[in-house]
């Protein structure tokens, strides 16, 4: 070839890779023209109507117009209702996809018998009052069965196995290919059970976000199947479910995650020591943490004769059953007839004034002085009226009750934001303008981090999911370990009964509604806090050292205790330290549970990370391994029930 043509290849060769590199530059984002980063646009393209306020609610009358038109929204996309119940079988008589979901309403009640103690307590009596049209599920509906072990796991962020974890990304798609899910479908969530209010949709759509589904996808039917129903709508029965495909969907193709919307025990423990948690609402640095375990409030039986026995149960005219197939019922001797005590204290006919007055809008909810039932204040015991002292109980297994340090309540003196007073009458959410006064009353207003717990991360769904979608404010995050993962963490056990909780029983005051309850002791309990170098009485500030030593499920290794870091501290009972030996007294002392002691858990008070495992282990998550798919994990049955 002549230098002259070896001269005009090259610049032609050099003309062609400089026209290729001029393209490249142009189509990712060089030039000012074509698309900046196609991965960026994807991603911005299939979050685009996040931003559009209550974007992820959906009332019941879109939700029939998608069901007449053939299951699919107004542009076409498939939707998929997905039904949330929490129990599979072995927990009841019957599963709740053969009780709720199916609308059978003697199975519904059979289950309301066997989990609330028989066919006169609150919760059997307002079902067994409900029209029979107002049982079952949305027509197509598929039952989604929280404690399969999918959408909650057993897991551990470092120093214990919990049960209520955020399930993995491998866990959650295998739940959703079951489903038929696909990143483009629109899935509407809702629940036919009307015991758990909203629990099961919020703890659901909380775990779809976490895991990265746009909110245009996921969308929360505002008052479940309950607000359906009553708008009108006819619910279906039995079981028969929709032809189901099986997708290949894995949640790793959804284009980010949004992992903040949970904080981890090692995360929360640090908050707690750095004192945020503890600051008056005034202070920039403060951190707001909502213990959304209802109701907050423990008082106790008066025993004014002191006999031994709370007065409650030596009424005239009365006999308290304490076993037997009438235990724990009363007897009217003028005819017979059987009253829980609920009724006995609030709503008895021919009773006026009752015996303890109820108002749902303020705290204390009981009109005291009282001959009946006692009340803690600051300085102590007293029927003499006082403050309340705010006690969330954990219906399931714990070392200790008290709330994490700092935290607030739902109800208090200065207010109320209970899930009655954030929820309109047929179970729906209240609008952003009615809610946002009620959480201001609460030093609530979106302008400090939040973070929300429970007893398992159900309750909590609901105000996070208030919070975040509802309110609209930015930093909100769930601790979906909870109080069962929290109340566990304990180094200390006690050497007595000083500080350890008496027996509790509920009541409803706006019997025969479910809720809300008050909790009543059989006696006043006594409670203890860390100061920073001991632990001291509540009340009286006096060392209450000798009444606690290390032990615990750490094995009274500190670093990971929670009992030093709360509140309002009673151990509960545990097996050698229980008094239960007067069998005269109704109430017998110190006996929390059957089983009367502390749960068996798995903890590793060694473990020397930060905490954090599960974050780590969900950011790192690239799809689930070929083998892995369609392998069902082992369905559990939770201790205390709950979503």
């Given amino acids: 070839m002549s230098e002259k043509a070896l001269k005009r290849t090259k610049i032609t060769t050099l003309a062609c890779i400089m ?162 899910v696909t990143k483009d479908d629109v899935i509407v969530i809702s629940t036919s059970r009307y015991d758990y209010p909203g629990f099961c949709p919020s703890r659901l759509w909380w775990t779809l976000y976490y895991w990265g589904f746009a909110k245009e996808n996921i969308r929360v039917l505002n008052g479940g199947n309950k607000a359906y129903a009553m708008a009108g709508n006819p619910l279906q029965k039995g079981v028969t479910l929709p032809v189901i495909t ?27 020591d750095s004192g945020r ?86 705290n204390p909810p009981i009109t005291l002085p009282n001959p009946f039932i006692g009340i803690t204040t600051p300085t102590g015991p007293s029927l003499t009226g006082g403050t309340p002292l705010a006690i969330p109980l954990g219906a399931k297994g714990a070392a200790f009750e008290g709330i994490i340090k700092g935290a607030k309540v739902t109800k208090s003196g200065a207010w109320n934001i209970t899930v009655p007073a954030i929820t309109r009458a047929d179970g729906g959410y209240k609008t952003k303008a009615e ?51 929290w109340a566990v963490l304990a180094a200390y056990e006690p050497t007595d009964n000083t500080y350890i909780m008496t027996d509790d029983y509920s009541t409803f005051p706006s019997y025969p509604a479910a809720s809300p309850s008050v909790v009543l002791f059989a006696a006043s309990n006594n409670y203890l806090e860390w100061n920073g170098t001991k632990f001291v009485d509540k009340f009286t500030g006096a060392d209450a050292s000798s009444h606690v030593k290390a032990g615990g499920s750490l094995g009274g290794i500190p670093k990971w205790d929670t009992i030093t870091r709360s509140e309002h501290v009673m151990f509960r009972p545990t097996k050698t330290l229980n008094d239960n030996s007067n069998t005269t007294i109704p109430f017998k002392l110190r006996t929390y549970s059957g089983a009367v002691d502390w749960p068996t858990v798995t903890t590793y008070p060694n473990y020397t990370g930060t905490g954090n495992l599960i974050f780590e282990q969900d950011k790192a998550y690239t799809g689930a391994a070929a083998t892995s798919g369609g392998t069902a994990p082992t369905a559990f049955i939770p201790r205390g029930g709950g979503c």
């Fill in 246 to 272: 099986p997708s290949n969907f894995d949640v790793n193709e959804l284009p980010q995650r949004h992992l903040e919307s949970r904080i981890g025990v090692g995360e929360l423990i640090a908050l707690v």
């Fill in 19 to 180: 026209a290729g590199l001029l393209f490249y530059l142009v189509i990712w984002g060089c030039g000012t023209k074509g698309y900046d980063n196609p991965v960026a646009e994807s991603t911005a393209a299939y979050y685009q109507s996040d931003a559009v306020p209550g974007i992820s609610l959906v009332e019941p009358a879109t939700v029939k117009a998608w069901v007449d038109n053939e299951c699919k929204t107004e542009t076409g996309k498939r939707v998929i209702i997905l039904d949330c119940v929490p129990n599979g079988s072995g927990v009841f008589s019957f599963s709740d996809t053969e009780s709720w979901f199916a609308g059978d309403k003697a199975k519904i009640l059979q289950n309301l018998s066997d989990q609330y103690g028989g066919t006169t307590s609150p919760q059997y009596k307002s079902f067994n009052g409900m029209p029979d049209s107002m049982f079952g599920h949305i027509p197509g509906a598929i039952p989604n069965v929280s404690h399969e072990g999918y959408e909650v796991a057993v897991r551990n962020d470092g120093p214990i196995d919990a049960e209520h974890e955020v399930g993995t990304g491998t866990l959650i798609s295998q739940m959703l290919q079951k489903y038929g």
């Fill in 435 to 485: 809610l946002l006064p009620i959480f201001a009353a609460a030093g609530i207003d979106g302008s400090k981090p939040i973070i929300t717990y429970c007893n398992s991360g159900a309750l909590a769904s609901i105000y996070w999911y208030v919070f975040h979608e509802i309110c609209e404010f930015k930093d909100v995050r769930m601790y979906d370990g909870s109080w069962q993962e």
């Fill in 277 to 362: 948690t503890s600051l008056a609402d005034s202070d920039p640095n403060k951190v707001i943490v909502l213990d959304a375990r209802q109701p907050p409030v423990a008082y106790y039986m008066a025993d004014q004769n002191s006999d031994g026995i709370p007065d409650i149960f030596q009424l005239a005219g009365y006999t308290y059953n304490s076993s037997g197939t009438n235990a724990k019922l009363f007897t009217r001797t003028s005819d017979s007839a059987l009253l829980t005590l609920s009724e006995i204290l609030f709503t008895e006919a021919g009773i006026t004034p009752a015996r303890g007055a109820f108002s749902g809008t303020t």
